[in-house]
């Protein structure tokens, strides 16, 4: 066979392949349309998550733009040293992210984390103070939890955000205890305190120069906080920053 043929031969069984590919894509989509998770509308086939109206809609931070500190920069200033923070979206009680963050949180869609992990990735990728950061550690949440929902949905963001910049996981190196007493039974300070102690850090941590917590939505920030300075209590010199999918404003 010549080369001409076979790369004929070669263009048409890929031009068959992607011909019954979305043929077969079609028909799941005839069978199962998806719908926007906002608002409800059905989806074209090239639309994940949600429609295309809804997410030009959506409250993005443009923190990439910020030459001044950005609120999430303020959020942790007399708290804890972070080298740099990025939130994608602002979350609110009643705008559009909102559904989102509740379709990945509680109904069962880890394929949300990993959509907006690659848009964080793709994001970040190219920002110089992030440039240094090792390894990507997800927030954890507990065992129990874990079990329930089925998955751990800062880390479906760390796996999208990995498929584009290509670092490392890590996550055993943050976890979070049992769960203590409920902690409506203390009074102020001794919830904090309470917050203080629910996570656990492995002394692994101390081979890494610059790490980044990845959450998916930072309200106070005293979770990161917590964590943050229990990493400090292992490693006082290591470089950490922080990355979320949204902000709350
Ligand atoms: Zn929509």
Not at 6 to 33: M, N, T, Y
Request: glycine fraction near 6%.
């Amino acid at each position: 066979m010549n080369v001409q043929r076979f790369q004929e031969k070669g263009i048409q069984s890929g031009f068959k392949r992607s011909v019954a590919f979305s043929f077969w894509d079609g028909f799941v989509h005839l069978l199962f349309p998806s719908s926007c998770l906002v608002c409800q509308g059905e989806l074209l086939r090239a639309e994940q998550i949600c429609c295309s109206v809804c997410f030009s809609e959506l409250m993005f931070t443009r923190f990439e733009n910020e030459q001044e500190p950005t609120p999430l920069d303020q959020l942790f200033w007399g708290r804890v040293d972070v080298v740099a923070t990025y939130a994608l979206l602002y979350y609110e009680k009643t705008n559009n992210v909102k559904p989102l963050l509740q379709a990945l949180k509680y109904n069962n869609r880890p394929d949300v984390g990993i959509f907006f992990g690659k848009l964080l990735g793709n994001k970040l990728l190219e920002q110089a103070n992030f440039s240094s950061v090792e390894v990507l550690i997800p927030v954890p949440i507990h065992r129990k939890k874990r079990y329930d929902r089925g998955y751990n949905q800062s880390e479906q963001l760390v796996k999208g955000m990995c498929m584009i910049w290509k670092l490392q996981i890590d996550k055993k190196l943050v976890s979070k205890r049992m769960h203590t007493q409920s902690q409506t039974k203390f009074g102020r300070f001794r919830r904090w305190d309470n917050v203080e102690n629910q996570f656990y850090v492995d002394k692994g941590i101390g081979r890494y120069k610059h790490i980044a917590l990845v959450d998916d939505v930072i309200t106070t920030g005293a979770t990161l906080e917590a964590i943050m300075k229990e990493i400090r209590l292992i490693s006082p010199e290591i470089q950490i920053s922080v990355i979320s999918l949204a902000l709350a404003k």
